[in-house]
């Protein structure tokens, strides 16, 4: 069982950032990939950004040059900086682990970022 607590969130202005943030605790193992997911209303959960426990990372092509993600493996933490935010960026925020060793999916509550003037 892995947990997984978000924080970070909130509303900014069109062109502001946010830095969201996901600890996670529990049977964690070595070999996992950790990412943020959207959701905004009416449409599918998408990957916004993943990186593997040895830092490749994956970003989604409206994310790229905007967003960053990272980890702290010491920590079991990833965060996600989001710069020069854009309205199309409002969504609840997902923070996920996949455990490779237990072929698992955890997922966080989630948390909402809204961009709006």
């Known amino acids: 069982q892995v947990q997984l607590v978000e924080s970070g969130g909130g509303l900014v202005q069109p062109g502001g950032s946010l830095r969201l943030s996901c600890a996670a605790s529990g049977s964690i193992f070595s070999i996992n990939t950790m990412g943020w997911y959207r959701q905004a209303p009416g449409k599918q959960r998408e990957l916004a950004a993943s990186i593997t426990i040895g830092g490749s990372t994956t970003y989604a092509d409206a994310v790229k040059g905007r967003f960053t993600i990272s980890r702290d493996n010491a920590k079991n933490t990833v965060y996600l900086q989001m710069n020069s935010l854009k309205p199309e960026d409002t969504a609840v925020y997902y923070c996920?682990?996949?455990?490779?060793?237990?072929?698992?999916?955890?997922w966080g509550q989630g948390t909402q970022v809204t961009v709006s003037s």
């Open positions: 996920n682990l996949y455990n490779f060793n237990s072929r698992s999916d955890y």
